[in-house]
């Protein structure tokens, strides 16, 4: 594990489910080190469903984290990524069956997210989400009317994000995830 300044902590991994809660531990730390303490749950949240997807989806399980501090200019939103070595893009479904033991990762993290996407890479493909950062396809616009030099249909560009996916964020998310979110806890029921 490196740190480097801005913020920002990379973990290479064996996406093993022993190792979820380390993993979750580093990011409570590391953003609560940060000043980010409000964003510990959603981005624990984000990292533990991306990994599991890498735990069960993925043949080559050995991933990286990365966790970051987005300068002020891109929202000073926290980042949290998943780099992994199968080129197959997640699926959000538009209504998981909340009965099923598993299918609801990646909705959960557009719940969670205030963007999220997906990036093809040489080896594999990234997972990402921001966390309580302004939406960047907003500021694209804002920034289009306010100077008339961004293209807003040239999001992914504009916000430096390059090759990218956008995906949903914050669908409607039912109650159950608020038990989700108490469950990777610990916590007992109230």
């Given at each position: 594990?490196?740190?480097q300044?801005p ?19 580093t ?5 609560g ?7 510990v ?11 599991a ?10 991933c990286?984290?990365r966790l ?6 891109e ?7 998943v780099a ?6 997640p ?5 998981p069956d909340?009965g099923?033991e ?14 999220w996407?997906?990036?093809?890479t ?11 950062g ?24 504009a916000?430096?994000?390059g090759?990218w ?5 914050r ?10 979110l108490?469950q990777m ?6």
């Amino acid at each position: 594990m490196k740190t480097q300044s801005p913020p920002e902590v990379v973990i290479q991994l064996r996406a093993d489910p022993e190792q979820f809660s380390d993993v979750r531990r580093t990011v409570a730390t590391h953003l609560g080190a940060w000043g980010h303490l409000a964003l510990v749950d959603a981005a624990q949240l984000c990292v533990t469903e991306i990994l599991a997807n890498v735990h069960r989806h993925v043949a080559v399980p050995e991933c990286e984290v990365r966790l970051r501090v987005l300068p002020e200019a891109e929202g000073g939103a926290v980042q949290v990524s998943v780099a992994d070595r199968s080129p197959v893009l997640p699926v959000l479904c538009t209504e998981p069956d909340w009965g099923a033991e598993s299918g609801r990762g990646m909705f959960l993290i557009a719940a969670a997210a205030d963007l999220w996407g997906t990036m093809p890479t040489r080896d594999g493909k990234l997972v990402w989400a921001r966390l309580a950062g302004k939406r960047c396809e907003q500021r694209v616009i804002e920034d289009a009317v306010r100077t008339g030099t961004v293209d807003p249909d040239n999001a992914a560009t504009a916000c430096g994000l390059g090759d990218w996916q956008p995906l949903p964020a914050r669908p409607e998310a039912p109650a159950e995830l608020s038990e989700v979110l108490r469950q990777m806890r610990g916590e007992e029921e109230r």
